[in-house]
């Protein structure tokens, strides 16, 4: 079981920036594929960025292109998600996964056995 913890949710006005953070204690993420999903009020969960175990492919959502960039430290064992230009949509719950491989449907959370506890984003407008 990998324990996958968030941390970096805020409230922040429309414009402004927040950069999120995923790690899992006591265990290693390098071998991992991981993705970033958010849930809005009343909503589904959505993908919105995943990137490979190396770093070497990143994906993202439409709505997220251009302004969010995902990234990785394997040496500091942790998953970033830095968010640009926020925008009242992006309010959310947003969610760390990972799984052993990032395959072709890295959108898909049924893809990823593990995830956390999500850190709360809330955007002003």
């Known amino acids: 079981q990998v324990a996958l913890v968030e941390s970096g949710g805020r409230l922040v006005e429309a414009g402004g920036s927040l950069t999120l953070s995923c790690t899992a204690p006591g265990q290693t993420l390098r071998v991992f594929g991981m993705g970033w999903f958010r849930q809005a009020p009343g909503m589904q969960r959505e993908f919105v960025s995943a990137i490979t175990w190396s770093g070497g492919s990143t994906f993202y959502a439409d709505s997220v292109k251009g302004r969010f960039t995902i990234s990785r430290d394997n040496a500091k064992n942790t998953l970033y998600l830095q968010m640009n230009n926020l925008k009242p949509e992006d309010t959310a719950v947003y969610y760390c996964?990972?799984?052993?491989?990032?395959?072709?449907?890295?959108?898909?959370?049924?893809?990823?056995?593990?995830w956390g506890q999500g850190t709360q984003v809330t955007v002003s407008s």
């Open positions: 996964a990972a799984d052993h491989g990032l395959g072709n449907y890295y959108w898909d959370e049924d893809e990823y056995k593990y």
